[in-house]
């Protein structure tokens, strides 16, 4: 069973450009996280989804960010319009129903230039 | 804010124990307290959680004291594999729709040879 996969590893991006991140959760697992990590800072909530739905969205920025998790494929953490400061590492994780441990990914690091 | 307390950092010698300290005075009656390290530039890692009894993985124990207001994570012969970040954090283990996880700083664990 591979573990959470993320990709990709490292993005740059230039001001005012796109950043998609992917995520594929583990094998059965339905509960999918994205945390945001500045440097030398400790990890911060971004969002929440299942299959399909967002649960909670309260560390998610209101503007320019966005997640899905759509019934097939990867959950993507989209950041329109990037700027210097979205430069971070972006780390994914997933939990299998009525499970509560956090399995996560080696995280896509965005440099904004 | 993150609902524990652990020092900033802590040295051990290379096959000794590590015993990593966390207060969380404020736990409610129904949080566990679950314990993840990061290892540099790396995905965080699930240990080990517990409730109220002691609890022991092949990663780790976890001591747990009988008013659950602190807790210590011990790594029984500590190898230089071992140097991370060290998060101890209180949740609602079945926790509905909240399932967030709240970091604090950790403690940098350097073990050395």
């Known amino acids: 069973n591979a573990g959470v996969m993320q990709n990709p590893r490292h993005l740059v991006r230039r001001r005012g450009q796109e950043a998609r991140l992917r995520c594929s959760p583990m094998k059965g697992h339905s509960h999918v996280y994205w945390y945001r990590q500045l440097p030398e800072e400790g990890l911060k909530f971004m969002v929440y989804?299942?299959?399909?739905?967002?649960?909670?969205e309260s560390g998610m920025p209101k503007e320019r960010f966005s997640a899905e998790f759509p019934k097939e494929g990867p959950s993507i953490l989209r950041i329109q319009q990037v700027v210097r400061g979205d430069s971070a590492a972006y780390f994914c994780?997933?939990?299998?129903?009525?499970?509560?441990?956090?399995?996560f990914g080696q995280g896509t690091r965005l440099t904004v230039v | 804010d993150a609902k524990t307390t652990q020092p900033t950092s802590m040295d051990c010698a290379e096959g000794r124990a590590a015993n990593l300290p966390c207060n969380h005075s404020t736990i409610s009656g129904n949080e566990y307290v679950y314990w993840y390290r990061q290892i540099h530039s790396q995905g965080p890692q699930y240990i080990i959680h517990?409730?109220?009894?002691?609890e022991t993985n092949e990663m780790a124990s976890l001591i747990i004291t009988e008013d659950r207001k602190s807790s210590t994570l011990i790594l029984p012969h500590a190898t230089l594999r071992d140097t991370a970040v060290y998060y101890c954090i209180v949740r609602l283990r079945n926790a509905g729709n909240n399932r967030k996880l709240i970091w604090g700083l950790g403690t940098s664990l350097a073990v050395n040879p």
């Open positions: 989804l299942q299959k399909e739905n967002i649960i909670d």
């Open positions: 517990g409730l109220k009894n002691n």
């Open positions: 994780a997933s939990s299998p129903p009525g499970r509560s441990e956090a399995f």
